[in-house]
């Protein structure tokens, strides 16, 4: 009977040890569902300044809808942060002048855009390294800021943004944009839902991972998104000024 609780108890232990340490790789992976990302991980969502919202950008430099989101925001007035991914910003390292020329801010959003839940270690730094060095030698200066593709982050993936030295940032609102039913209406819709003071916004400059012609249901919310920061007294910017 000792004999069998023992092994009981050596079997208990280690699945314990186990599930800890899957929990331990994969836990902040939990942040990319909206509800727990506003939990224990809201230091993630990129929180700032009550009087601000933080305006951001995924998966280009696209020669095609960037150069049409850059020319709006500079009809709006406004700045915003582009997480760049590496591959997009080699093939198109002109865009990526056109939008620091512009005044906007560029951050990491990884080399490929591939989900880091079920990628090693080695691949995951492996990809963040080589994105933060094309765009560091482009820009001349290595960006600030981290977004996991899809908005997934490992254990990994956060060790290796520390010791890069770079600060994770995923978001508070989404406009989903992507979708092949978006539109301008229901991008702003979307945004306003989970739309506070302090509030980082995701939207997508390219639509490269996206359905086809999809940045354009962006491109039309700009506007009324502006306004409705106007009628709120809401400053609208990168993340730069974010004060986070």
Known sequence: MRGSRSARHLRTGA???AS??????YGPALSSIAAIRRGPYRYLLGEGRDDHLALTFDDGPDPLSTPLILNELDRLSLTATFFMLGSMAEAN??????????????????N?????LFRSAR???YDIERAVGTLGAICGTT????????GVATRPTLLTASQLALKPVLWGAWGRDWRRLAT?????????????????????DADCTSY??????????????????EENRLQLGPLREHGF
């Open 184 to 204: 301008p209406t229901s991008v702003l819709h979307d945004v306003k839902k989970d739309l506070r003071p302090g509030t980082t916004i995701l939207l997508h």
């Open 15 to 17: 699945v314990t040890a």
């Open 123 to 125: 691949t995951i730094r």
């Open 20 to 25: 800890l340490g899957v929990f331990l790789r």
């Open 93 to 110: 390292p002109s865009v990526v002048h056109e939008v620091l020329s512009a005044g906007h801010e560029v951050a990491v959003h990884g």
């Open 112 to 116: 490929w855009h591939r989900n880091h």
């Open 212 to 229: 086809p012609g999809s940045f354009r249901a962006t491109l039309g919310a700009l506007r009324p998104l502006a306004e409705l920061c």
């Open 143 to 150: 960006p600030t800021y981290f977004r996991p593709p899809y």
